[in-house]
């Protein structure tokens, strides 16, 4: 039979061409934004976008069918065909978005199954009729098979390149290929049919077709109603996103490989840049000091483990594009952009912080100094006052020196005192750790001062148990620690009372010191002043002996706590890492 096309009516031929051009652009514009790689948006996406281009399929098929000799049969078999040639469309666009495989062979495989349905929807539509008869010639067949591929291919091609009219050529690409292969398919094919076309069988088939056309219509039209809700949401998102990111204060910006892929505007003001070209595809380490490269690329080498946390942020020093040192603060996220994985960070200029920090270091140590010369000279010039007083009356004759030399010599051994207390405070001083029993040390300091406890009508308690307490430490130290705690308890105490020395071990392990007196008590608002330098609740206290006390305990490893209340008395808490084992000493500063 003759199958040739009606070649003097091209306006079937450009309509067709429309058709189809016009169901491409449609779902590579459905296409155009991506949904979660898990969501319900996916799902929607690509069958709402697989059923368009199926149904601009179909209709530029049936357009053509009418401008040829073949016969138009319209069978329930049509679903079939229908459904199935959605289904590979389905397959190639998951195949071109989700596909795990490598960029080029996505890309084949995408177009590949492309071709597929075009060639089966052409043929299944014209092999399912009632035949009688048919010759294929085979070469032409796959001729046209492979004119779909490559038009479905150079259509991919063309939208990884993100030009203008990406969309439009690649529509047009897909739309000549579906066409030539449709035209050439026909041309492959010699078919003779069983029956005739009659006007009540065209009807039949008419009627068939509008009932079905209606229900490929409303199904395409949910799935295109859905789609655009979804991509909708998507779009606010995303513009949420955008204007969080563009808007943002900090530097965002995405590296790739160890190179610039995009930083938001406050990123091209950070490195003084006047616009992205000046450094999108730069490697990062152009700008960033060479002191803090190997630093870097561990950084970004680095692969968290299952359960482990991302790096935290590291400071970095750059150079601007104009040449000027900032300091940074960057923090990373690793997550995927365009199927390859990345390293989201922000940059944090901390240049004015470090200023304002080291500024206000350098203020508080003139605070210190100032504090720390007003309170010894205000230690010292009292009993030099008064030593200058002494030896100005034995200069001038007129009383002998004997009466006041025990007097100076109290005044001296008290400028010493406070001179080597400062001394210790001043400078690290090393020491050999060796394993100490505190319970001898408890001992032996509360037995010297147990005269001055004497005089003053204090009580000492001991309850130290059987068991030796050890601990690793400094005797020397320790013993002046504990004698500074137990003096101040003492002189807490000017009317007399008990103090009450306790040894234990506590809950966690730790060696528990505890010294308890029943003066008149500390108010709250000075406990949290204790330990400070030249700090004392006694009248001619210096606070350096309470200091030097904290600091020993520190050196040990050991912590203090206070507690007062009163009118009933004050509890000191001295703990300490136990020693259980025989061990050898370790050097302490």
């Not at 100094?369 to 007083?389: F, M, Y």
């Not at 010297?448 to 430490?473: C, E, S, T, Y």
Request: glycine share 8%.
């Amino acid at each position: 039979m003759n199958h040739l096309f009606q070649l003097g009516s091209p306006s079937f031929l450009l309509l067709s061409l429309f058709i189809i051009s016009f169901a491409t652009y449609t779902m590579f514009q459905m296409q155009r934004r991506k949904k979660p790689d898990n969501g319900q948006g996916t799902f929607f996406g690509i069958v709402g976008s697989s059923l368009v281009f199926t149904l601009g399929l179909w209709a530029m098929h049936v357009v053509i069918l009418l401008a040829s000799d073949f016969m138009l049969n319209v069978q329930w078999t049509l679903a079939v065909n229908f459904s199935s040639t959605a289904f590979l469309v389905s397959c190639a666009l998951w195949c071109y978005h989700h596909s795990k495989l490598s960029k080029r062979l996505a890309e084949a495989a995408a177009s590949f199954l492309l071709a597929v349905a075009v060639t089966w929807l052409h043929y299944f539509s014209i092999l399912s009729h009632s035949i009688q008869k048919i010759d294929m010639d085979v070469p032409l067949a796959f001729i046209s098979f492979f004119i779909s591929f490559a038009g479905s291919y150079a259509a991919i091609v063309l939208l990884r390149r993100r030009t203008q009219w990406r969309y439009l050529s690649g529509s047009v690409a897909v739309g000549l290929s579906s066409l030539a292969m449709h035209t050439l398919g026909m041309q492959a094919l010699t078919v003779e049919y069983r029956h005739v076309m009659t006007m009540d069988r065209l009807n039949d088939f008419l009627m068939l077709l509008a009932f079905m056309l209606g229900i490929m219509t409303m199904l395409i039209i949910a799935f295109f109603y859905t789609t655009w809700l979804g991509m909708k949401k998507i779009t606010q998102i995303d513009e949420r996103y955008r204007l969080l990111v563009e808007n943002s204060t900090d530097t965002i910006a995405i590296i790739v490989d160890g190179r610039w892929e995009y930083l938001n505007p406050s990123g091209l003001r950070l490195f003084e840049a006047e616009g992205e070209h000046e450094l999108m595809g730069n490697c990062i380490f152009s700008m960033l000091h060479g002191s803090n490269h190997t630093e870097m690329q561990a950084w970004l080498q680095h692969v968290p483990m299952e359960g482990e946390s991302e790096l935290g942020p590291i400071e970095l020093q750059w150079r601007t594009l104009k040449g000027n040192l900032i300091l940074t603060e960057m923090v990373r996220i690793r997550t995927t952009y365009d199927g390859k994985p990345v390293e989201q960070v922000m940059i944090r200029d901390i240049s004015e912080r470090k200023r304002n920090e080291q500024l206000y270091v350098n203020a508080e140590k003139l605070s210190i100094a100032g504090q720390l010369a007003a309170g010894v000279a205000h230690e010292i010039r009292n009993p030099l006052t008064s030593l200058k007083g002494f030896v100005q009356l034995i200069a001038s004759g007129r009383v002998l020196g004997n009466q006041y030399y025990p007097i100076m010599k109290a005044e001296l051994s008290r400028i010493e005192s406070t001179v080597s207390e400062l001394l210790m405070l001043s400078k690290p001083q090393a020491y050999e750790l060796k394993r100490t029993n505190l319970k001898e040390l408890l001992s032996e300091s509360s037995a010297a001062i147990g005269a001055r406890a004497m005089a003053q009508g204090v009580r000492i308690k001991h309850r130290f148990g059987n068991d030796p307490a050890w601990v690793l430490g400094v005797g020397i130290q320790l013993k002046q620690a504990f004698i500074n705690v137990m003096k101040n308890a003492v002189e807490a105490m000017q009317e007399g009372g008990t103090l009450r020395i306790e040894l234990k071990t506590d809950q966690r392990g730790m060696i528990l010191v505890c010294v308890t007196d029943t003066g008149t008590g500390i108010p709250q608002d000075q406990l949290a002043k204790m330990g400070q330098p030249f700090y004392s609740t006694k009248d001619k206290g210096t606070g350096l002996g309470l200091l030097v006390t904290y600091k020993i305990v520190e050196n040990h490893n050991g912590h203090i706590a206070i507690e007062s209340e009163m009118g009933v008395g004050t509890t000191l808490r001295i703990a300490f890492p136990s020693e259980l084992h025989e061990g050898g000493g370790a050097a302490a500063r």
